[in-house]
């Protein structure tokens, strides 16, 4: 199992930035990719970005050209650079860890740390 706690959460002005942080741990060997997503006041979670374990990325067109995936396989951490921020882009922000083992595909989940974009 993998174990994923989120952090950089806040309240920033509309225009402004933020980073999330994701620190995985336990058996991080077996992580593929990871992504975030989010959910909003009395919406469904939706995907916002993921990338690979060998550093590819894909976004929502929601997100893209604003928002930026990494990780640091050394430090064992997940981040999302979030620029332009708008007052929809308020929301809880999950990451997630895929693994694949012997075939089968296994989810983890942080708990999520909550954005909220206001003036």
């Known amino acids: 199992q993998v174990q994923l706690v989120e952090s950089g959460g806040g309240l920033v002005q509309p225009g402004g930035s933020l980073r999330l942080s994701c620190a995985a741990s336990?058996?991080?060997?077996?992580?593929?990719?990871m992504g975030w997503f989010r959910q909003a006041p009395g919406k469904e979670r939706e995907w916002i970005a993921v990338v690979t374990s060998v550093g590819s990325t894909n976004y929502a067109a929601s997100v893209k050209g604003r928002f930026s995936i990494s990780r640091d396989n050394a430090k064992n951490t997940l981040y999302l650079q979030m620029n332009s921020l708008k007052p929809e882009d308020t929301a809880v922000y999950y990451c997630n860890a895929h693994r694949y083992i012997g075939g089968t595909l296994f989810t983890d989940w942080g708990k999520g740390a909550l954005v909220t974009v206001s003036s």
């Open positions: 336990g058996n991080i060997f077996s992580i593929d990719d």
